[in-house]
DNA sequence: GATGAATGAGGCTTCATTCAT
DNA sequence: CATGAATGAAGCCTCATTCAT
């Protein structure tokens, strides 16, 4: 019992320094933030993280692993249901927008991070991938794509989007990209996919 | 004439520092390679690098200034008398393509390089913009835009080219994007905007 | 209890730093002392230095803040009660003397020191001249002081002592000036001022 | 012919990098100036600095040696004829007058320069030292000095110097202590000295 | 389980000195 | 004789990681 009272609260710090972690990678950069940053905003010492993930790499890794999979649950769940690409974009966005400062973070990071880091970051592309593929195929007929293959279309939406994120400074020098520009991203998409 | 010898050894040599640097900029990472990386790929000692650049600040922004102005130029070059987006297109991959490794860095790491650093890739930027500009305006008859800003396509087809960049490793293990999907990349940006 | 032991071997460590700082400085010189040389004679790791001292000039502003201050207090103490000339330079004196490598290095080095520890030298030199016009002003009709100012004595005292300390090499090859002509400095002073 | 004409001008050059040397010292420091500073104040390249001097202490070691010797020759000459201590504390100020800056230099570096250069510093104290127990000698009738050494009035009146240049930031912060306050300091130790 | 003092490898920069031209 | 590019030892400082409490 008391046993697992002490699991629990270490249970419970461990999820605070993941949370803390994000919120930090999301500010200063994932590879940029250092860990006593992250144990000063934790409230933490600073070898309480260490008492959590054995290297700075592993606090990356699951911060990212948890993120990353939190991001594609959420696109998943948005994305299920949509029958058209125009819901489906929105979902897209709407899975990433809860999160656009870390999301936009592994845009630019994500070759620099440890491998594990590098997977969780493909398992959220292929989400997408997955329920855009979905949508395509389904409105095949009603898409105007002049032969253009779905992964394409495909790349031609995700590097629209990043690329908006990448260049926040630039489009959304307050800090919400999406909030923003969504409908129009989303709209200008539509109408060069359709006629 | 000695006197010219010996500056134009010294040129040499910074040249050489400005070339090596490049390459291990595009290989490591611009923020991530160390002084000590640069003087030995370039076989000078370390001091030797600060004779040349009075920081690693300004090691950076010499050799951005060097290859953004060269990229800037051979853009200028290549896209001057481009009729049709096409042209225009693929005069734009022609000439971020031989400095592939190196301007792939650039999109991922200018928000974190100096200032004027930061200027020399906005500066590349600015005449692709131009450029594109000026066609897309000739081309609005005969391109079917339904609507949608220049701007908005400019930053389509360059969310597109730097999304594969980004993700050279997936695209192009072997590292040379534009040469293997430059063609596919135009075509199909081109399909989209024509009916 | 737990946690003021660990407060108290820091604070020990910390004083240990000040201690061997100032022995180092007083030895080697203020300015010519290195971080490392520091380290290495306290017997703690290179990186320990900065964790208790940010940066070059804070250690040597709190060595000099704190042994400056420790010259002062005890200036004041052992002057505050002296009635006559004679005394005060020997309660001067007395002050200086357990100190008297580091503050022969204050007389040398104040002028390049950071501000903060200039201040402190200053600080000292007030102590002195405070008590020094005060006994002069009181003794003014028992000393022949033939028109001379009481800043001019002053400073005819401080600098025959800071003349002796600077040229200690020549006056006590031993390194203890004012313990071999500490009696002999106040003797002549007096007999000078006096008829 | 042509070989006389070279060494003339090799000649030349040290004597103009002395002066320069010289210079540098006097405003910056003789510990602190850099060997490039003096070449650049010097208008020659660096290597040339090391052309005429092995290392630096040997240019510190010359600079001190050739100006020390001047300001030693230069007491000489002003003092061999005082017969009055008075007109010797003036020629003592007026030998120092002219090289105020570097003089002061000397007061508070020359526990840190060569030995050479220490040697140089003790022959200038020597060249005072000789005129004043010269002078005191004969006016010992006529100064009261109630039993003082002439060692002793020696180094009251160095020390009382010496404590105005090393303070030259408070007494002169123009930066010409002596001709501000050289004739007080003559009258003031003279009045002490006298009945 | 939590703490935070201590560690030390590694990075940037300076500057006296050398040597080929 | 003069030059100045090149060298490399030495110094300051950062930060991930360890470990005694």
Redesign the interface.
């Known amino acids: 019992m008391t046993e697992s009272k002490r699991q629990r609260q270490k249970a419970q710090t461990k999820e605070h320094l993941i949370e803390t972690a994000y919120a930090v990678f999301s500010s200063r950069?994932i590879m940029?933030a250092r860990m006593a940053d992250i144990a000063a905003a934790a409230g933490v010492s600073h070898g309480t993280v260490f008492l959590h993930f054995n290297t700075q790499e592993a606090l990356i890794e699951e911060v990212v692993a948890h993120y990353g999979a939190l991001i594609a649950l959420e696109t998943h769940a948005l994305a299920e249901r949509c029958g058209s690409m125009e819901e489906l974009l929105r979902a897209h966005l709407g899975a990433i927008s809860a999160y656009e400062p870390f999301y936009t973070r592994l845009?630019?990071?994500n070759?620099?991070l440890p491998t594990a880091a590098r997977d969780s970051w493909i398992d959220i592309q292929s989400a997408v991938s997955l329920h855009f593929n979905r949508v395509a195929e389904r409105e095949s007929s009603r898409i105007e794509k002049?032969?253009?293959p779905d992964a394409?279309l495909f790349?031609?939406w995700?590097?629209?989007?990043?690329?908006?994120l990448?260049n926040g400074?630039l489009f959304a020098p307050e800090g919400n990209v999406i909030r923003r520009h969504g409908t129009?991203l989303v709209g200008?998409?539509l109408?060069?996919?359709n006629?």
Not at 158 to 163: A, K, N, S
């Open positions: 950069g940029a845009v630019l990071e070759r620099m002049r032969g253009i394409m790349n031609m995700m590097g629209l989007v990043h690329y908006y990448a400074g129009t200008s998409f109408k060069l996919l006629g």
